[in-house]
């Protein structure tokens, strides 16, 4: 075995599921929805974005377990053969590593936005890199145990500062519910999908489960987490801003924070909490990421686990550096959003037929080995 | 060991600083901007900058009568190229993060689109969206220059809007974020406006901003102010003073109130009835007859009361639907609620349907309390 035998608990993989969720859509997925939707029936969207997305990961979970104790880079070879296989496998570490890249680098983006204004963004990605790399190199348990310390806290602050935001909270600015029917909705299921691009990660994961049989506990709280967090926050945005005032505001979370003051408590500004723990959320996801990638690299060829994560290291960075502007970034984002579709959809969907028509299953003696 | 002493002592190397690092005490802490309108037309805008004089503060003791702040007034084509134009006098760089209140002059917020005025506070990433926007139709660099013993006039003004619980005469202080919101989405709405007395600033009356052009459009009297709260229910309480027959004086305090509008659109026709409910006390009484115990006698001061919110009410409709046409007292909200469909297609024109509406209203007002007497 390549690193830590032990295998993650159901608890770290509720928190490694929805810190790999938790990420840059916090600020992006606000004025995407109002865009797409334009009536205050956004959160609808995300409640059914939601349940899509726990669909698709109903789908995954019946995929992973047919093949025990194999990651998707092992056992889509068993069902579409060798080659095939092994390019779907790349086509995967390639988008892992887009993920990867764009987190960081929208990370890198906001940090120079909102806080580091004078310092070059290589400087904030690549202290970045090197803290995550330490992480890295050490295997899935120390990345498990990290998250599953660190996702309760942020989700508190997360929970926090929204809540705080009902200062300037109208109700007017959520109703009327449906008042141009329900096809706005529709409209707006998209963006909240490409939100919650990541959960294709249990291909992967769910190999190193301790009890795999509980795939399905850790997909409903890992992905409810995640929607409740969105749900709150677009509830809570929607209701301080309005929906007109969302579309116009490139980041509308960052502005419903900066419109409330509170006096005579701890602090009186929430912004640079709020970011602390949103950076840490976007760490997260970037070493899910990259751990992905290694991971299939190190299945593929001959390279070990170690040193495929210090090559990916150096084509994250590359990649994170072709957007030129925030727009390319955010079309990097929307192409990121329909892989992602394909990788926790469709692909899984195929295969999952495939394999039911041909009547496979894992081995019996993996089973008795584990 | 020694390799690990190298490790350790190139690892200090990296770190060196921070970019972003700046001292506290070299920074201007800007607390207040004024907008003017300026006569040259090669530079139409006049900008004041207000800065907290952190310096003097840090001197116990020394001079507290002496001015805590600092006015910077330059014209310019651009608030941008204005701030920065700055740095050829002042030495530390300015920092509108505490920025408090900004002060628009009416001749320049009737002559520009707010939203070109204010666009460069939005784009900022420094700026927050908290600050209060008021009018004044006296020169905003004046006002802000006004000598209240110890106190920023920038935040003073935005400190007296903490009064909002204390009277109905004032609207609600308007945030960056808010006006910003009523900008984009072409809603008209009133800004307060702030009057420079000897050695305060009032709050005098509002400005009516029309959502379509994002411009000034006139200015409301207190009375009217009033009633707008009335109508909007956007104050939070407050007196409402009225005379009986024998033109006594009396006050109602306002515990609470509430504003329901209920819109109605058939066949073209767009009617608003509004019911407004208010709770309070009598906190002062000058007539010899009163009567507080007597039920018929609190009867009769709450149908004055009630008489005298339908006064109030009519004088600002009437201005707000005829003189202006504009509906800043957010009628549209409700009618977005009821006809979300219709309202999609009127809402370009909304002040037009809004000033051929036809708007009836009823109060009600209910006395909990005359007070800690019975004569």
Known sequence: ?370 | MKRKLGVCLFALLLLCGCWDSSDIEDMSFVIGFGIDSSESEQSPIKHTTQIAATKKKGEQGAAPQGRMYQDFTLEGRSIQDILRALSLQLPYPVYTDHLESIIINQEIASKYDLSILLDQMLRDNVTRLSPLVVISNQQASDILNTNIDGEIPSSYISSIFENETSTLKIIPGVRLGKLAANLQSQKSFVLPNVKKLKDTVMVDGAGVVKGKERKLVGFLTIKEVEGVNWLSGKGEAGLLEFKDERDNTIVYEVQNYKTKVKPKYQNGNLTFHVQIEAQGWITEDWSKSAHNMSEHYVKDLERLAEEEINKLVTGVLDKLQQDYKTDVVNFSDSFRIAYPKDYKAMKKNWDDYFSKADVSYHAKVKIINTGDIVK
């Open chain 1, 1 to 370: 075995m390549k690193m830590g035998t032990t295998r993650l608990t159901t608890i770290q993989m509720i928190a490694l599921l929805s810190s790999t969720l938790i990420a840059a859509g916090i600020f992006t997925l606000p004025r995407n929805l109002a865009m797409k939707v334009g009536t205050p029936d956004l959160w609808v969207c995300v409640l059914l974005g939601g349940i899509c997305g726990y669909l698709s990961c109903l789908i995954i979970i019946s995929l992973s377990l047919r093949f025990e104790r194999l990651t998707f880079f092992e056992f889509n070879k068993l069902i579409v053969g060798k080659w095939i296989g092994t390019a779907m496998s790349f086509g995967f570490i390639a988008y892992a590593l887009m993920i990867g890249a764009f987190e960081i680098r929208s990370m890198g983006e906001l940090t120079q936005f909102y806080l580091l204004e004078e310092t070059p963004i290589s400087v904030i990605l690549i202290s970045m890199y090197w803290i995550a790399i330490y992480l890295l190199v050490g295997g899935i348990n120390p990345i498990a145990r990290l998250i599953e310390l660190l996702t309760p806290a942020s989700i508190v602050i997360f929970i926090l500062v929204f809540c705080l935001g009902l200062k300037v909270f109208e109700i007017n600015n959520l109703r009327p519910l449906f008042g141009l029917g329900p096809m706005p909705v529709l409209k707006g299921l998209t963006p909240t999908f490409l939100t919650f691009s990541g959960l294709e990660f249990l291909l992967v994961f769910i190999a190193m489960m301790q009890k795999p049989k509980q795939a399905k506990k850790v997909a409903l709280i890992g992905l409810g987490i995640p929607v409740f967090l969105y749900l709150l926050a677009v509830i809570i945005i929607t209701g301080g801003l309005s929906v007109d005032r969302m579309t116009h505001q490139k980041w509308p979370t960052f502005a419903l924070i900066q419109e409330y003051e509170y006096e005579g408590i701890l602090f009186e500004r929430f912004d640079s909490l709020f970011l602390v723990v949103w950076l840490i959320q976007m760490f997260t996801t970037y070493v899910i990421c990259q751990y992905v990638a290694a991971e299939g690299i190190s299945t593929l060829t001959r390279l070990s686990y170690k040193k495929a994560n210090y090559v990916l290291l150096a084509v994250v960075y590359i990649i994170c550096l072709i957007p030129q502007d925030l727009n390319q970034l955010e079309k990097m984002g929307t192409i990121i959003g329909w892989t992602s579709f394909g990788y926790s959809f469709v692909i899984p969907s195929v295969l999952l037929i495939i394999a039911m028509a041909r009547r496979l299953r894992s081995v019996e003696e993996e089973k008795n080995e584990a």
